[in-house]
């Protein structure tokens, strides 16, 4: 290929200089996938570009990981992945990990779940592996103002997709209770049991977020104002089938030791691009820069508009 990228240091997951980034943002990927074809399978270009799309979403190298999460620096570790199945998987993979070692070091692991289709996928894979949820606290970090058994209840889908099959122990569930539709009210009380089972802090070891197509997370909307507690009532656009919410706050995600962003869809390419960029203040995004560091499993459809910007 002459003078272009050696494909091959790609591969072998080697480190890259600022010489090699600047190459990268040089190239147009579609019309490299056509030059490597001569070289490569399609399994092999796949993963080269899936690399280099990661590497100019966000060249910085990661620092180690902090307990304290409040020394923001925005480092955002991302992996693209072939679909969603395979981003719960590894999803999965990494909160099994996460949990193992928050028991072995304090004894339990509170993880807190959020809701939407592809944390959906996520649910169904944990409910596969053989995790130790008797030590496991799952929380929610947003919830709709509607009864738990309401078909837009997080709740309801996260009992139904891993409560339920997973075996986990009731009294190991801590759901958002709004079933009377006061979200205000069930945020206060939501409060009160976060810094009752986590200490006056409230700080979950993990918390499992998407992203919409207009970039909110949890129920974190574009232009609302959000109160500085942990727990909050938010309002979805006038378009959601439930207005009423009940949310972590950017407070609260900012502290918890691990966030899990999971995005996936050629729906959300460019929004993702654009989050990724560095340079939006859209609910996910500020999230992300508000962290030492967060972890984004992207599929190759969300990561396609990644580069492009």
């Known amino acids: 290929m002459g003078d272009s990228l050696d494909i091959s240091f790609l591969l072998s997951g080697g480190e890259l200089g600022p010489a090699e980034i600047d190459r990268l943002r040089s190239l147009d990927l579609e019309e490299l996938r056509g030059a490597l074809a001569t070289y490569l399978g399609e399994e092999e270009i796949d993963d080269a570009l899936d690399r280099i799309r990661s590497i100019l979403a966000h060249p910085a190298a990661l620092p180690e990981a902090s307990e304290d999460s409040s020394d923001a620096d925005g480092a955002v570790e991302i992996s693209v992945l072939a679909d969603p199945e395979e981003v719960a998987t590894r999803a999965a993979e990494l909160v099994e990990e996460l949990a193992k070692a928050a028991i072995a070091a304090r004894g339990r692991f509170a993880l807190a779940l959020s809701g939407g289709s592809t944390p959906k996928l996520l649910h169904a894979a944990l409910a596969t592996r053989n995790l130790p949820w008797p030590n496991i606290l799952v929380l929610f970090s947003d919830e709709r103002a509607v009864r738990h058994d309401h078909p837009d209840s997080n709740f309801k889908m996260a009992l139904e997709t891993l409560i339920g099959p ?144």
Request: glycine content about 8%; proline content about 5%; hydrophobic content about 40%.
């Open 166 to 309: 997973g075996q986990v122990p009731l009294e190991s569930v801590f759901r958002i209770e709004a079933d009377d539709g006061d979200a205000k009210s069930a945020a206060a009380s939501y409060e009160t049991r976060l810094t009752e089972l986590l200490g006056p802090e409230g700080i979950v070891d993990a918390v499992i977020l998407g992203m919409g197509e207009d970039g909110h997370t949890a129920s974190l909307f574009p232009g609302a104002q959000v109160e500085m507690n942990l727990v909050v009532a938010t309002e979805a656009p006038p378009k959601s089938p439930v207005s009423a919410r009940v949310s972590f706050s950017y407070e609260a995600l900012r502290k918890a030791r691990e966030a899990i962003v999971l995005i996936t869809g050629e729906n959300k390419a460019e929004r993702t691009a654009e989050v990724l960029s560095g340079e939006s203040d859209l609910p996910i995004a500020r999230v992300l820069s508000s962290r030492s560091r967060s972890r984004v499993f992207c599929d190759r459809a969300a990561a396609s508009g990644l580069g492009k910007r």
